[in-house]
């Protein structure tokens, strides 16, 4: 069965797989994550804001990005991105950004939704009296959510956000519908050159398990250590 | 913005000559749901067996359960794909992989295989969070009854087991539909991927993907407002049915 398995096509591509691929998937999960939380955070404060036309557009908004799966929303963006950059910048055509630049753009605006989800239920965790005391030291709306809830929310979802991250840092791979090199992009571009699909594909699950497993891992050994803090 | 629309286009022939392009959508929308809900019922199964045997008093029998469900989630959905549709039939014996390439609708069989594996780890999980939400009492009960344990589990857990995770279960059979679109990257010709020939063959790309997405949008609703009518009905009386935040899709 693995009597022609040919290490040496693995130990060969090692530079670009992970100089070349891991580095991209690896840049996009971190930019995705960050840009996702700040957006979905802002999202997640709309929603509870109270004021109707907020409300409805960030429930909305959420509500369509989670009913869609992330192959559409993919290829969405990578017509869409050129007409928006158009539409902000007035420039007289589409402007051409490629499919890095769109695959950034597509998933922190992806992710949004489901960080949005997360930080809802974070600030809703928050005893509705903090605010009410916030508000009674004369605080107003925003410093007391950069003070007093948001803070709290963050840490009491940490736990769930990094889960999520690491959900993130899979779907990375999807972005192996537009010929980008990441990861699974670099695997499969060796695999179909060098005829070795076994050994490649292999590899890479192997890869992605080992690194999603030990993150996982820490994820629930941080849970832990909070869950006695509190 | 220099975009020509043309609505129209849902109603030309396509390049097949017999179909418009949206009967190709809906018979796109007839294989994301073939698939969606025959893997749901392997996952279901294989969820269901993983889920109990991780809740058994064996440490061996634990153990496999939980090597079982670290394995399918820790591997990207995509990767799973391609390791069942271009390794397995590598790694098999030549006259089986052989036979294994020349079946017809290969990516609709590999395609629920591996979304069922895939999502069947994510059940296992609600199973086993649910069997070990109830009370210690109820096994105790069911075992001085003199029921067997397999008795037991079938008669008495299992049954309140599912009542309680219905609401997580129903994400999960949403996120099933939307995850059967990565079987594109195998060939089947599920919704997503008639969105895709479509804009290839008229470039009315934004017709076809506003077309997929009200189409997923539909299903969606659908689904959601057909399990809440179930789980209202299979809610266990006197249990508050709030379920934490998880992450996922």
């Not at chain 1, 974070?122 to 950069?146: D, E, K, N």
């Not at chain 1, 956000?161 to 537009?178: A, E, G, N, P, R």
């Not at chain 2, 309140?160 to 939307?178: C, D, G, H, Q, V």
Request: with cysteine; net charge positive; proline share 5%.
């Amino acid at each position: 069965m693995f009597s022609n398995f040919d290490f040496d096509v693995i130990i060969r591509s090692l530079p670009y797989l992970f100089y070349d691929g891991m580095t991209f998937t690896l840049a996009l999960t971190a930019f995705a994550t960050a840009g996702g939380i700040v957006f979905g955070t802002l999202l997640a404060m709309m929603r509870l804001s109270g004021v109707p036309p907020l409300a409805v557009a960030a429930t909305g908004y959420v509500n369509v990005m989670r009913a869609v799966p992330l192959l559409l929303v993919i290829f969405w963006f990578y017509f869409l991105v050129p007409y928006i950059g158009q539409w902000v910048t007035g420039a007289p055509r589409p402007i051409q950004v490629g499919p890095f630049v769109s695959s950034f753009v597509t998933f922190t605006l992806f992710e949004a939704a489901y960080f949005a989800e997360i930080m809802r239920a974070g600030i809703q965790s928050i005893p509705r009296g903090q605010v009410g005391a916030a508000q009674a030291l004369g605080m107003t709306y925003l410093q007391t959510m950069g003070y007093i809830v948001l803070p709290q929310a963050f840490r009491n979802m940490l736990p769930v956000l990094l889960t999520q991250t690491i959900i993130l840092f899979q779907d990375t791979s999807l972005v192996y519908v537009l010929s980008i090199t990441d990861f699974m992009g670099a695997a499969s571009k060796v695999a179909q050159r060098d005829g070795r699909l076994v050994e490649m594909y292999l590899f890479a699950a192997l890869v992605y398990f080992l690194i999603s497993f030990f993150a996982s891992h820490l994820v629930r050994r941080l849970q832990r250590r909070i869950a006695i803090i509190r | 913005m220099n975009y020509n629309w043309n609505w129209g286009i849902f109603f030309e022939t396509s390049p097949d000559g017999v179909h418009t392009y949206l009967t190709t959508l809906l018979m796109g929308t007839g294989w994301t749901l073939a698939t969606a809900l025959t893997a749901w019922c392997l996952a279901l199964l294989l969820g269901s067996v993983v889920g109990v045997i991780r809740t058994t008093s064996s440490p061996w029998m634990v153990r496999l359960g939980n090597a079982y469900v670290e394995l399918f989630r820790n591997i990207p959905l995509l990767v799973q794909m391609f390791l069942w549709y271009f390794v397995l039939p590598e790694v098999l014996p030549p006259a089986m992989g052989d036979w294994l390439k020349q079946l017809p609708d290969a990516s609709f069989y590999t395609a629920v295989i591996a979304l069922g594996f895939y999502t069947s780890a994510r059940v296992a999980e609600q199973v086993r969070a649910g069997i070990m939400s109830l009370a210690r009492g109820q096994r105790f009960a069911a075992l001085a009854l003199g029921l067997t344990t397999p008795q037991a589990y079938i008669y008495v857990l299992l049954p309140m087991a599912y009542r309680i995770i219905l609401p997580p279960l129903t994400s999960e059979f949403l996120n099933i539909i939307k995850n059967s679109s990565v079987a594109l990257t195998i060939g089947l010709m599920e919704l997503t991927a008639r969105a895709r020939a479509m804009q290839e063959f008229t470039f009315q790309v934004f017709e076809a993907f506003t077309a997929a997405t009200i189409i997923y949008i539909v299903i969606n609703i659908i689904v959601t407002f057909g399990m809440r009518w179930i789980e209202r009905r299979a809610a266990v009386p006197g249990l508050i049915g709030a379920a934490a935040p998880v992450a996922g899709h």
